[in-house]
């Protein structure tokens, strides 16, 4: 595992999860994920989130041997996605006494999830009670909670959090809490990756499909949270999945400006086909040797049939350009094509320059329909010639492959 030391007065909780085949039941995890939680030990104790359902037992014994003994006075609720918040009914009933600090969005949320009914104490988180009455018989009731907002503090000692709102990064009630004498950013799903604390992957690869996927529609969010932590002196960044970051916090930061800013990461050219006898695919190996002989070194080629989706949703924002390859089936897009843009829609996709190959044998019509998504999203340049390929690659169709190879150069 990784060395997920914090500081002597902050220890990491969480658990790895190896077993998950899909992450939001549709992303594929090989390296699995780790659900992060940590607690900050000071005169008053603050635990800072839970952990997936699938991952409770083994976080409460990390609770119960961190804390030695101890009780915890806050049980910090940065987000609510189950992933992370998972946990909380669990941890109510082994420390009752217990106060939920959250948001105003965080609370109604939170009796959603789960059957519990929540009081309201003052700022320094004083006893309460509320009427629990009309609540189920199995529901925990009066627990207490502490409602912070933007800006607003709380005080543990010699520590102090500071909380900040960042709504849609990437859940309506998500908010994040900077610890002003350490200076640790307590980051919820924000500079997450995917990817076991046990496993040996490479931050980027992971954190750019992370975060492409699961947060990538809100760029502008990502942006204004990007402002507020601007201002504030970071030694290391804790995120809710992924390793704890120490070291140079600038070149992780970098790259959440460029994904949040839906920016080219580099140069390069992603080509996505869906092909149905394999005409199409022969096409597409055809066109990569081409690029590759005038010098272009950077490719991805995905078979959109078989080839892991978000992983290519990941290169088509990693890369400045685009070559959509498709046949025409049951006179529109073979589906495989159809689910990758509608993926690329919906995560905002644009500032990309894109080319497209139809393939069709009698109306080849793959093209219009490719078009007609690309006419949706922002500043994309559109490059001619389309390649028609009827049935099989020819002599015609080859020019083309040639003459579109020259326009994304």
């Not at 690329?344 to 990309?352: A, E, G, S, V």
């Not at 497209?356 to 994309?380: E, R, T």
């Amino acid at each position: 595992m990784k060395d997920m030391h914090v500081s002597d007065s902050v220890a990491y909780v969480g658990v790895d999860d190896t077993t998950l085949d899909l992450f939001e039941s549709q992303y594929k995890i090989p390296y699995g994920v780790s659900y992060n939680s940590y607690i900050i030990f000071d005169e008053k104790i603050a635990v800072m989130d839970t952990v997936d359902p699938r991952g409770t037992d083994e976080w409460l014994a990390n609770v119960r041997a961190a804390l030695n003994g101890r009780r915890p006075d806050y049980l910090v609720v940065q987000h609510l996605e189950p992933d992370h918040a998972g946990s909380i009914r669990r941890f109510i009933e082994e420390y009752p006494e217990v106060t939920l600090v959250g948001n105003q969005k965080t609370f109604p949320m939170i009796e959603q999830f789960f059957e519990i009914k929540l009081a309201v104490v003052s700022a320094d988180a004083s006893d309460s009670s509320a009427d629990a009455s009309g609540t189920p018989e199995a529901a925990i009731q009066s627990v207490k909670t502490l409602t912070v907002a933007e800006g607003s503090t709380l005080s543990l000692g010699s520590h102090t959090l500071q909380f900040f709102m960042a709504p849609f990064v990437h859940w309506p009630e998500v908010m994040v809490t900077y610890e002003q004498t350490e200076k640790l950013l307590f980051s919820a799903d924000g500079f997450g990756t995917f990817g076991a604390l046990s496993s040996d992957v490479d931050w980027i690869t992971e954190a750019r499909r992370y975060y492409i996927n699961i947060v990538g529609k809100y760029g502008p969010q990502v942006q204004t949270l990007l402002k507020k932590a601007s201002g504030l002196s970071i030694a290391a960044i804790l995120p809710l999945h992924g390793p704890v970051l120490k070291e140079n916090l600038g070149y992780y930061i970098d790259k959440y400006l460029t994904w949040s800013s839906y920016t080219p990461e580099e140069e390069g050219i992603v080509i996505a086909y869906a092909s149905l006898h394999g005409n199409t695919a022969k096409a597409v190996r055809r066109f990569e040797e081409i690029l590759r002989q005038k010098g272009v070194e950077n490719i991805a080629v995905f078979d959109l049939n078989r080839d892991d989706m978000s992983v290519a949703i990941e290169y088509a924002y990693r890369y400045d350009r685009l070559v959509l390859a498709s046949v025409t089936y049951d006179a529109s897009l073979f589906p495989a094509m159809e689910d990758f843009l509608y993926h690329l829609k919906i995560k905002n996709f644009q500032n990309r320059k894109v080319g497209y190959i139809q393939n069709g044998s009698w109306v080849p019509a793959s093209a219009k329909l490719m078009k007609a998504h690309i006419a949706g999203m922002k500043n994309m340049t559109e490059v001619e010639p389309v390649v028609t390929i009827r049935s099989a690659l020819s002599a015609e169709s080859l020019s083309q492959l040639e003459a579109l190879a020259d326009a994304l150069l």
